[in-house]
């Protein structure tokens, strides 16, 4: 099943008969492997790496998958296709990986939900694009063509991520924070209600859903012996963690994940924020998937907690897998929640 703006981009996919193809934050389906029938070769680079494992399965010699922020090498390519953005500060970045990767006069589409922000992305191009025409409205979404005037330098994420001091409870941390990620200019009050709380951990310690690495580094602050793994979906995320750890001088494994890491071993504890949304809808799905994972994978007196809008139901995924659980603290919008696991 493909999604809506995949199936607007199969409506004219006639626009790129015999191209070279590069897709970018594409979405959950096999559209790159649909566009071989007309396009001579697809490569594919996913921001998410749910979606990114779909289309890694289907790889061929025509069609390449890969995962990060950046494609690892300089090739030029006749169309670049964009999924617009569901953090429309992210859609300028993708802008110019897409400017960077096209030949001379290179075709641009970008497609998008309508109520995701596409209708904003003439005043979005920069000046090295012609302005954006729109050739199709179909599905509640929109496409738009336009195509290459000069060429960019290659992107540097040096030039895409703001940085600020964060005073908590276990000492000052400096923040990096890339276009795109999760609570991108300041510290949102779930996690600043969970770092006012950490318990004391030991041993190896997974942050699920990292984003910035606020709470690995609060951690380090305050435990520097601890061995942290910190994993997300998202690659933009897991580069703003790794900055993070940098400029504090801290020590941490980044790694991508869309889930518990379950082929390793037990971990000693897991403190999270967890991801709610998937693209424009909130969903308890992920979480629900965590909190079943995390029984599985703690060792016995395991530290489990995380924090959780008030709204969300959680309680009973919790009291399912864990039998029982406290709430250390909680204000008029989230909600900690905690267990040991006694296995």
Known sequence: MLTNPSQVIIRNNELVKDHSLLLLNYESDLLAKHLLENASRVEALALDYNHHLQLQAHESSRLTA???????????????????????????????????????????????????????????????????????????????????????????????????????????????????????????????????HLPQLKGRVLDFGCGAGVITAALLKQQPELNIECVDINAMALASCELTLKANQLNAKVYPSD????????????????????????????????????????TRDGIWQIVANRHLPYSDTIQTHFGQFNTPAENNKYKIYANKVNK
């Open 66 to 196: 890969h995962f990060g922020h950046k494609l690892a090498h300089h090739d030029k390519f006749d169309s670049v296709i964009i999924y617009f953005p569901k953090a429309k500060s992210l859609a300028p970045y993708l802008l110019h990986l897409a400017a960077y990767h096209l030949k001379a006069n290179g075709q641009l589409l970008v497609v998008g939900e309508n109520k995701g922000g596409i209708k904003s992305l003439n005043k979005l191009l920069p000046s090295y694009f012609q302005p954006a025409n729109k050739v199709d409205s179909a599905r509640h979404c929109a496409l738009y063509v336009s195509e290459l005037l000069s060429p960019v330098k290659e992107i540097q994420l040096s030039d895409w991520y703001s940085q600020y001091q964060l005073a908590t409870p276990q000492g000052e941390i400096t923040i990096c924070n890339l276009v795109g990620v999760f609570s991108e200019k300041k510290l949102d009050a779930g996690t600043e209600l969970l770092l006012s």
């Open 259 to 298: 889930g518990i890491p379950t082929q390793t071993s037990s971990f000693d504890a897991i403190i999270s924020n967890p991801p709610f949304h998937d693209g424009l809808q909130s969903t308890t799905d992920i979480a629900t998937q965590f909190v079943k994972d995390s029984a599985k994978m703690l």
